[in-house]
């Protein structure tokens, strides 16, 4: 076989398009692939010019367009080599249609770069956009302004009638922005219910207002969708710049401060970004920003504060207490964030994650507790009222095996009010599932205990602001006293949140509260703490009432220490007496009867331990600890061991610490 027609039998079975070209692309001859993707036979083709401009040697693949006998373009990838054809010299062209991958690459392309739901150009297409207009208007000297809006009420929409409306409702509110906008600005939606627009080219910065005003005005006018009539409104921030000596995606940012600033206006207006917008507003801003990273990295954990029966002081259970340690803006409390997240509608996110979380702990805790011990975890409203929470709850149930009568969520009283049915329904399935509701914060809302008696809740917590005051406002006294006999008239349990002093805790007592929470007994503290504390914990409430007679005396050369240990203790209702050396402490030991001495290690007269000794030998009964800023760890461990010391505990310390060990030793 001759070598043009082994070649001509190699082309005619390549299931890929090819062709002989002269080196002017006069075809001299179509394989079947090529004769398809060019929709001509092979006779028809030869001696015409091919529809393709290539480089000559190109044995890197490029790409192109040919053009097809019935006016389409074809997107091809092509190579070609060098042969010979009947002893001359000629180009083998390989031709790829790539008008699928290209047709990929588009959908990609608009993926990455417009919002699926409203087709606006998303963040990183606004990125650009407003890049390009930034750089122009240095170029110009013209005015570029950035204006940030977020739609008011969109999130309650949003949770109560579904997200399907919520979704046409955006898309709405996004027609409606749009016609108010010229070619060459740019709106683009963020995500949620927040948009931006981008006005290059302003001949002045006040039309950044006007066309603000104009967009204001169009989204307050009432939405109809599916029958449903939806008043909204939205906030904006203008942020613009002449001078052109700011970044460009920093607009954005002082945009967003302004419209955040414009909320706290009273809403649907607008504000001018203005440096010196308070700081606490950035730092929401930022709070806001980082949430969300918050949340994927894990940066959260819960601590937990025990929960006591007033009556045997028993533990009866622990609140489950969000805390965020942002990795550069460090501890963050929840005071701060927990309403951003609701305003922001995260709470949703972070909530579920709580509520797993909690069970999970608990479940792995509750075996060193009373087998009706619960985890009280705290419910939004948004949480609440979302039509997938009380799955949530039985997922987190079935996941941990918690029993769904150790579960306790609580929520304030103001849900209540807000969507009565809804909420009384949720309530009823919660019952159904078995676990328990509490109403938290109690007294500070509606206080109107008459709308409880057809719900299905099952505590009441007083909120702190009553407690605090318990002992020296007769008004607050009288309130809780009120609030505990009503409770009980309607068969609820009451707990009094924030006990801090003992005076406070007896009073509770005696007007008959049936559980108690506070810094008195114990602080949130994380999961291993809680099951030291649980371990060390001793549960005697006649012992309570002993201690205010109980005597402390603390030796330490130093006056701070004094100040800050009889600070702690006093909560505990101990009579506290302090020496600044052994002398003076020898002198009050022979006065008083001390019950815990609480001694310094390193002393210039002479070491605690060995002044610990000689009270050991003078009065047996009293238990003495060891506080120390050095690891003598021999000297502390010896003593220790003989029985010289109960305890040592090293300086700085932890409150808590202190105070277990204080009752453990009165216990021992
Ligand atoms: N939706 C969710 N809300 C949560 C969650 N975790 C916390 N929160 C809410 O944040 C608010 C502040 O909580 P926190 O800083 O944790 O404060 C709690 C206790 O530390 C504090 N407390 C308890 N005892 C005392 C005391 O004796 N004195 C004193 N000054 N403070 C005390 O009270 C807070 C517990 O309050 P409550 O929930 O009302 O029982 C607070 O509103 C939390 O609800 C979460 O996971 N989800």
């Known amino acids: ?24 692309r006069k075809i001299l001859y179509a394989n079947p692939a090529a004769e398809s993707m060019l929709m001509q036979s092979d006779i028809e083709l030869r001696d015409r010019i091919l529809p393709l401009n290539f480089e000559a040697d190109s044995l890197l693949g490029a790409t192109g367009t040919l053009a097809l006998p019935n006016g389409t373009e074809l997107p091809v990838r092509h190579f070609n080599v060098p042969t010979f054809w009947h002893g001359n010299p000629v180009r083998m062209v390989h031709l790829e249609d790539v008008s699928a991958l290209q047709g990929l690459q588009e959908k990609v392309a608009k993926f990455a770069n417009y919002d699926t739901l409203t087709g606006l150009p998303n963040r990183s297409l606004l990125e650009d956009r407003l890049k390009q207009a930034f750089n122009l208007g240095q170029r110009n000297r013209g005015c570029l302004a950035v204006v940030f809006f977020d739609l008011d009420g969109f999130k309650p929409i949003n949770d109560t009638l579904g997200h399907e409306l919520g979704d046409k409702l955006l898309q709405a509110a996004a027609e409606r922005f749009k016609q108010h906008i010229r070619p060459g600005d740019t709106l683009a939606r963020l995500g949620g219910d927040e948009f931006v627009v ?20 169009s989204i307050a006018e009432p939405f109809i969708i599916d029958n449903n009539e939806l008043p909204i409104s939205a906030s904006a921030g203008i942020a613009t710049t002449q001078l052109y000596d700011e970044q460009p995606l920093q607009l954005v940012r002082q945009a967003d401060m302004a419209m955040f600033e414009a909320k706290k206006q009273g809403r649907n207006n607008y504000q001018w970004f203005d440096p010196k917008l308070d700081e606490s507003t950035s730092r929401t801003l930022k709070i806001r920003h980082a949430l969300k990273a918050g949340i994927e990295h894990k940066q959260f954990e819960l601590h937990y504060q025990p929960q006591f029966d007033l009556a045997n002081n028993e533990i009866i259970g622990c609140e489950a207490l969000v805390r965020w340690n942002h990795p550069t803006m460090g501890m963050i409390s929840p005071v701060e964030f927990i309403s951003i997240a609701e305003d922001t509608g995260q709470i949703v996110t972070l909530g579920r994650w709580i509520l797993r979380r909690a069970c999970k702990d608990f479940a792995e805790l509750r075996n060193r507790m009373l087998s009706d011990a619960t985890v009280s975890v705290n419910i939004s409203a948004i949480q609440l009222l979302r039509q997938e929470f009380v799955g949530d709850v039985e997922t987190a149930l079935k996941e941990s095996k918690l029993p769904a009568r150790c579960l306790v969520l609580e929520m304030t009283e103001s849900v209540l009010v807000e969507s009565p049915q809804l909420v009384s329904r949720k309530l009823s399935e919660l019952e159904d599932l078995g676990v ?69 805790r007896d ?49 330490d050369d130093e006056e701070n220490v004094h100040k800050s240990l009889r600070r702690l203790l006093m909560r505990d209702g101990y009579h506290i007496l302090t020496a600044s050396g052994v002398n003076e402490a020898f002198d009050l030991l022979a006065q008083n009867r001390v019950d815990v001495v609480l001694s310094d290690h390193r002393m210039p007269q002479m070491q605690g331990v060995d002044f610990l000794t000689h009270v050991r030998s003078m009065y047996p009964h009293t238990a003495r600890i060891v506080l120390t800023a050095y690891q003598d760890e021999e000297v502390l461990s010896k003593a220790l061991n003989e029985g010289e010391v109960f305890r040592f505990l090293t300086k700085p310390w932890d409150d808590e610490k202190i105070r277990q060990a204080v009752r453990a030793a009165l216990a021992s």
Not at 5 to 16: G, I, K, T
Not at 516 to 535: S, V
């Open 1 to 24: 076989m001759t070598s043009d027609a082994l070649l001509l039998q190699l082309l005619e079975d390549m299931p890929s398009a090819a062709l002989l070209v002269t080196l002017e």
């Open 507 to 555: 009073y509770l007592r005696r007007a008959n509260c049936d559980a108690m929470q506070g810094f008195l007994m114990a602080k949130p503290m994380p999961k291993p703490a809680l099951i030291e504390f649980i371990n060390d914990y001793q549960a005697d409430a006649a012992f309570d009432d002993e201690r205010e007679a109980r005597t402390l005396l603390i030796v």
């Open 436 to 504: 328990h509701v509490a109403l938290d914060d109690f007294g500070t809302g509606y206080s109107s205990l008459s709308y409880l008696k057809d719900l299905a809740v099952d505590w009441v917590k007083i909120d702190r602001s009553f407690i605090q005051e318990l002992t020296h406002d007769s008004q607050n006294a009288a309130i809780t006293e009120r609030i505990i006999s009503m409770a009980h008239h309607l068969k609820l349990q009451v707990l009094a949140e924030g006990v801090e002093t003992s005076a406070q």
């Open 198 to 217: 981008v006005l290059p080219d302003l001949s002045h910065p006040s039309d950044a207002a006007l066309v603000t005003e104009r967009m204001l005005a």
